[in-house]
């Protein structure tokens, strides 16, 4: 779950990372803040919230598993457990 927790974080700062890169190697601003408007915090905020909602949708997409046929709990047969499964 760390694993996730990271990887969401990270998506997250992704935008703002590009951008802060973007405004020291391509337009040279060597200020940390100068660079920075409302307008390009709000599209990196979207594009940090998009990332993170596309990540997690893929994430849970990745983990479903059938969703079609009746679930078998798992049960003993003749002193062996039997795993649950779908039928």
Same mark, same amino acid.
């Given at each position: 779950?760390?694993?996730? +927790? #990271?990887?969401? %974080?990270?998506?997250? &700062?992704?935008?703002? /990372?590009?951008?802060? $890169?973007?405004?020291?190697?391509? @337009? =040279?601003?060597?200020?940390?803040?100068?660079?920075?408007?409302?307008?390009?915090? +709000? #599209?990196?905020? %979207?594009?940090?919230? &998009?990332?993170?909602? /596309?990540?997690?949708? $893929?994430?849970?997409?990745?983990? @479903? =598993?059938?969703?079609?046929?009746?679930?078998?709990?798992?049960?003993?047969?003749?002193?062996?457990?039997?795993?649950?499964?779908?039928?």
């Amino acid at each position: 779950m760390l694993r996730v +927790a #990271l990887t969401e %974080i990270l998506l997250f &700062l992704a935008p703002f /990372a590009l951008f802060a $890169l973007y405004l020291r190697f391509g @337009r =040279g601003i060597d200020s940390l803040l100068a660079g920075w408007s409302t307008r390009s915090f +709000a #599209l990196c905020t %979207i594009a940090a919230l &998009l990332l993170v909602a /596309a990540s997690l949708y $893929l994430f849970e997409a990745e983990l @479903r =598993g059938p969703t079609q046929g009746r679930y078998v709990p798992p049960s003993w047969e003749n002193g062996i457990l039997v795993p649950g499964h779908f039928e």
